[in-house]
């Protein structure tokens, strides 16, 4: 017999009414998925070891091994890149966790109560930058222990954390629709692998002058080089471009809020969108 889920009205009222009852929503979310962390510790401690994991392997198995361009630390050079590194690898943890809660039937129940659409997917996004606040503090920690530092002073490097974790996210609400669209936590969690070449197509761990021409196009404009780059020259850590390069990474700052406008402006509706249509 097939059944069909009962999809409760949201409140109604102003512009003003609505826009409250969301945020109310949303935080409640967020709250769920703090308190879900609380009773599955594991998942969160393999979070936070992650990024301590990559600053350790990464800065010292490379780091006798590349140059850094204009001369300098190449564990310096790195940590923007790990940094960007962790913040784009979130996204497919999103994608999971949604895809998980579509399987199980969470989101039928969700769509059977009185609240606002675009809640669910404020909620996870939400709890994903808590999550990644976490994350970056650890790795600010073991990016000091092995010779991290951020040179330019207080704003530029509050400005540069800021990037970050607008960035991250916008690419949260990527996740959510995607998580929607996947709909299967098995397929979400085999899809993790795949964001690992777009970072690793980037500036993040090597120069992109020693590329072919095609390649380095492609990294340029990856918006993971942006972001990197934006990083480099708001910590004043070596590895800031010089002389003719692409537009994102010759303002590289100015690219990574284009990108994350674009990111919001396509998926915040998208995924209301999809979420709505997956309750009818």
């Given at each position: ?8 009205p ?47 392997l ?13 001369g ?21 943890g ?42 970056m ?11 991290w530092q ?8 509050a ?29 979400a ?26 390649l ?10 942006a ?54």
């Open positions: 017999m097939a059944t069909h889920t009962v999809t409760a949201a409140p109604a009222g102003s512009l003003t009414t609505r826009l409250r009852w969301t945020v109310a929503d949303g935080i409640t979310l967020i709250g769920r998925e703090v308190a879900r962390l609380r009773q599955e510790p594991g998942e969160l401690i393999a979070m936070l070891i992650f990024p301590a994991i990559m600053v350790v990464f800065g010292y198995v490379f780091g006798s091994a590349i140059k850094v361009p204009g300098g630390n190449y564990r310096e050079y790195l940590m923007p890149g790990l940094f960007t590194m962790v913040t784009f690898t979130a996204t497919m999103v994608t999971l966790r949604v895809a998980t809660d579509a399987a199980r039937g969470v989101m039928d129940r969700f769509r059977s109560m009185p609240m606002a659409r675009s809640a669910v997917a404020f909620g996870q996004s939400g709890a994903d930058s808590l999550m990644g606040v976490l994350a503090i650890v790795m600010v920690v073991t990016g000091l222990v092995v010779g951020a040179h330019r002073g207080v704003w530029p490097t400005q540069a954390f800021l990037l970050l974790m607008l960035f991250r996210y916008a690419l949260g609400w990527l996740g959510v629709w995607f998580g929607l669209v996947v709909k299967n936590e098995e397929v969690d085999q899809l993790i692998p795949l964001s690992l070449p777009v970072t690793m197509l980037s500036n993040s761990f090597v120069p992109t002058a020693g590329m072919p021409d095609w380095r196009f492609i990294a340029d404009w990856n918006p993971v080089s972001l990197t780059a934006a990083c480099r020259k708001l910590f004043g850590n070596p590895g800031v471009p010089t002389g003719h390069t692409a537009w994102p990474i010759a303002h590289p700052v100015a690219a990574v809020l284009l990108w994350s406008v674009v990111l919001l402006a396509v998926f915040v509706p998208l995924s209301v969108r999809t979420y709505n249509r997956r309750g009818r």
